[in-house]
């Protein structure tokens, strides 16, 4: 509500405004429509939750919309607005004096159904063949209002300005502000992992405000376009942070050893914050350049953004450039390619941990501690060509080939990265007869080396044999299994074939129908395992009947079939 | 003869600067259009261009012909091929057309756009005719869905971006005129993302790999069976790169139970208890899947369970 008194001040401040530049402007054609309406549903026996988006409300319900247009000798302003409920609407103001000032604020609004996990799987005790009696570890969950109703209620403010400084060179400066506005409640889950493993079920207040400001301004000189930009990003949650009390260490039945237990943890005993989400900032610079040739364009951008978590200060940054030569080589040929380079580089952090078992007699103790490198530190470059070619008034072919090299510097390994190579090739084929039947297809092919990966993600082979942390003793810890699952997984395809072919036929204005078929059809057979396959198959058609402004029907249907194989990798319990 | 010859040549020329000099019309008044198209002739005065052209004193007397071009062969003969069709690609100028009066830089690449090179035209997703109180774009996103008929049926998935409900528009994430929208900061996609879940970006101290590596990792953008946008529905998405919980192998008891430290903790068990427990929704304890900077508990993970 606080962002549409906004909009509406933001709005009657436009109005004002324009009424005063537009004082002198001549004579204006005015037009508007108003449309009233409403909507109502019926829930007898169903649950009020019909959709993500869609809340039924049992009940009749006004709605309208509101069209306004005021065109003068130099002006246009033009009002868009659709009022659904008290929590789905959306205006818009638009307005373009003289070509000079161009500025239009938006708003909009949606309401999500989150929706609750009642979590009635969280629940089990273990069964001890030995004894005959209710064992050792325990799962059990609590859930604090089972009849919550959680949802989020989004609203966003979209206000853009643009001003004509030189009409010589064309310097226009840009200024746009976003803001998205997030309130509401979401299911909050806590899960203490002691003496026994409790999940709480609690509610959580929604909060969050996001400013996003960006100021640019573009110029054409001496056959140039040249722009800079500048953007800027406040992400700020202002949620009350979610507390639960992480139990004390000790044995799952006994409530004995809680020092040998306790030493498995980072804390117990504790009240903690959880589902905590960082205030971040973020920060671009983008300068951009467009050059003309004759019946083509060469165009670049170089940027650079940061954005960093106030929480705890680590930073991330990326430098992109990226550049594109369209042409026409012929009347009826062109050329359009493409080169891209962007590296990403984040900040590491030394994790410290309490040491596993400090100080203990039998020498059985382990530091954990640990130098977190990002996985996002990378280089990534991606180069195309395209060739488009006009057989004949009635018939296109395109043919395209391109290269991407992704560089991981820090996964899995730290300097030891992974690098991905894909080629691919496309060829399109449209075939227009009038306005009367067009239909079009595409292949493509890709080919993967080194797709990414789940770093030791499976146990694919033999284990090895497990040694204990002191050669001197029996004992093998139970975190020590991790070290049996040496083996990479990845479900990414190492080829990919595709298609999608579609026509249409509109043997008059008044009617139209189209058909198509799209498939996707990739594997990757160079695991040890199990091969990976997935496939898409999505037919479609739909008909459209017009005939005249005031009456339309259309009917569709899609189908869409998708089949994947996996591998998946069975539990290991050793203790 | 040579006088004359000379003298129709002049005349020839001079007719020919002064037919250079007009506006495209050539001079078929709407009333002779309105013949045959009266339906749209009618309307014209409320449409969008209608509108503008009366309020500028030199579009003013703009007709038909300003954008069609000279109709006196398409009266004479009634071909449509004998005038200019903007909404036919086919036809010689007429997929540019519009951009003679609309010169934004917005549509500087539109010859190199993918649409164009699909012989879309302009009138393909913009009414021209229609009047003010429709939007010029028939009805914005679900005029692109009448060709990508794969996304329409993506976006009618259990779960999906709100574009049916009219929430969101296809052009929030695309550019359809051909903008260089590949010149942005980030090849996968995941900047885009970012710019409306700012709360995935990060940098968090605990990551998951492949939230660095690309939403579309995990995530199809315009909707699936799984919640959340999800390829696969948990837990099969998680175990197609980790291993199944190693407490899901755990036998249960069967019967009612409670917890000896906490009384207040019962329930009731069977032989697959915690089977259904660790392999239903990995989410449920690992909360935090896109990051957190809060450790998890276990000493031994280095607190990077994300469970917190």
């Known amino acids: ?575 | 003869m040579k006088k004359t010859t000379c003298g129709g040549l002049l005349l020839l020329f001079v007719g020919m600067l002064l037919l250079m000099s007009q506006p495209i019309s050539a001079g078929v008044s709407d009333e002779v259009c309105a013949g045959c198209h009266d339906d749209v002739t009618e309307m014209f005065s409320n449409t969008a261009h209608g509108i503008y052209f009366s309020s500028i004193d030199r579009l003013k007397d703009a007709n038909c012909e300003a954008c069609h071009g000279s109709a006196v062969d398409h009266i004479k003969d009634g071909d449509p091929a004998l005038i200019i069709n903007p909404a036919n690609s086919g036809q010689f100028g007429a997929k540019e057309l519009c951009l003679t009066c609309h010169k934004s830089h917005k549509f500087d690449n539109w010859k190199f756009s993918a649409h164009a090179s699909a012989d879309l035209t302009c009138a393909d997703c913009h009414s021209v005719h229609t009047s003010i109180e429709n939007p010029t774009v028939k009805s914005s996103s679900e005029n692109c869905l009448k060709c990508h008929a794969d996304v329409r049926a993506s976006l009618s998935m259990p779960s999906h971006h709100p574009i049916g409900e009219g929430k969101l528009e296809c052009v929030d994430c695309h550019g359809v005129h051909g903008e260089p929208a590949r010149l942005t900061m980030d090849y996968s996609g995941s900047e885009l993302c970012y710019s409306c879940h700012a709360e995935k970006e990060g940098p968090f101290v605990y990551e998951h790999a492949p939230v660095q590596e690309g939403c579309l990792t995990c995530h199809s953008p315009h909707g699936t069976v799984a919640d959340n946008l999800l390829k696969q529905s948990e837990p099969t998405l998680c175990l197609s790169c980790h291993p199944m919980h190693f407490h899901s192998s755990v036998v249960g008891v069967d019967g009612a139970f409670v917890d000896p430290l906490a009384p207040e903790r019962s329930g009731t068990s069977t032989s697959d208890s915690f089977e259904r427990g660790f392999n239903t929704k990995c989410t449920q304890c690992h909360t935090e899947i896109h990051g957190s900077d809060m450790p998890s508990q276990t000493t031994s993970t280095g607190g990077n369970a994300l469970t917190r």
């Open chain 1, 1 to 575: 509500m606080k962002l549409l008194i906004k909009f509406v001040f933001v709005l009657v401040v436009l109005l004002l405004a324009n009424s005063f530049v537009l004082a002198d402007d001549g004579p204006t054609t005015e037009s508007y429509s108003f449309w009233l309406g409403g909507h109502y549903t019926d829930f007898t026996d169903y649950s009020k939750k019909v959709g993500e988006y869609n809340k039924g409300e049992n009940e009749t319900l006004p709605e309208f919309k509101l069209n306004y247009l005021s065109s003068g000798p130099n002006s246009i302003l033009r009002f868009l607005g659709h009022y659904y409920d008290n929590k789905n609407a959306y205006a818009k103001l638009s307005s373009t004096i003289s070509n000079k000032y161009k500025l239009s604020v938006q708003y909009r609004s949606l309401l999500k159904q989150e929706g609750q996990d009642l979590l009635t799987n969280m629940e089990g005790r273990e069964y001890f063949p030995e004894t005959g009696t209710q064992g050792g570890k325990i799962l059990t969950h609590e859930i604090q209002d089972p009849n919550a109703d959680y949802n989020t209620y989004r609203q966003e403010l979209l206000s853009q300005f643009s001003i004509l400084l030189s009409e010589k060179n064309n310097v226009r400066l840009n200024a746009t502000h976003r803001m998205i506005l997030k309130t509401g409640t979401e299911q909050k889950i806590s899960s203490d992992h002691c003496f026994s493993c409790h999940l709480t079920s609690m509610e959580g207040k929604v909060n969050n405000t996001q400013h996003q400001f960006e100021v640019g301004i573009d110029a054409d000189i001496n056959k140039f376009d040249i722009g800079y930009q500048f953007g800027y990003r406040l992400y700020d949650p202002k949620n009350q942070a979610s507390m639960a009390y992480y139990d004390d260490a000790v044995h799952p039945t006994k409530g004995t050893a809680g020092g040998e237990f306790g030493s498995r943890l980072i804390y117990e005993d504790v009240d903690a914050e959880f589902s905590v989400v960082p205030k971040t900032e973020k920060m671009s610079h983008k300068v951009k350049f467009k050059r003309n040739f004759g019946q083509g364009y060469l165009a670049g951008v170089l940027g650079y953004a940061s954005v960093e978590n106030k929480f705890t200060s680590l930073k991330s940054n990326s430098y992109s450039s990226a550049f594109n030569y369209a042409t026409f080589l012929d009347s009826k040929t062109k050329l359009i390619a493409k080169v891209a380079v962007s590296k990403y580089d984040s900040d590491s952090i030394y994790i410290d941990l309490p040491t596993f078992r400090e100080g203990a007699a039998d020498g059985n103790s382990y530091n954990f501690d640990f130098t977190r490198y990002s996985a996002l530190n990378r280089t990534n470059a991606n180069m195309s060509a395209e060739l488009i070619k006009r057989m004949n008034s009635n018939l296109t072919v395109a043919g395209l080939v391109g290269y991407n090299i992704v560089n991981r510097d820090d996964y899995p390994i730290h300097d030891d990265g992974t690098s991905t190579k894909k080629f691919y090739a496309q060829g399109k084929f449209r075939y227009r007869k009038n306005l009367s039947l067009r239909s079009s297809l595409k292949v493509r092919f890709e080919k993967i080396t080194d797709p990414f990966i789940s770093a030791k993600g499976i146990f694919e082979a033999n284990g090895t044999a497990l040694r204990p942390l002191v050669p001197t003793s029996n004992w093998v810890f139970y975190f020590q299994r991790e070290g049996l699952r040496y083996q990479n997984i990845t479900t990414m395809p190492t080829q990919v074939f595709s298609f999608n072919w579609n026509m249409s036929y509109n043997p008059n204005m008044k009617f139209s129908t189209t058909f198509g078929v799209k498939g996707n059809f990739d594997k990757n057979d160079d695991l040890d395992s199990l091969d990976v396959k997935h496939t898409s198959f999505i037919p479609s058609v739909s008909l459209q009947y017009t005939p005249d402004n005031l009456f339309s029907i259309q009917a569709g249907y899609s189908y869409n079939y998708d089949k994947s194989r996996l591998p998946v990798t069975v539990a290991l319990m050793d203790g």
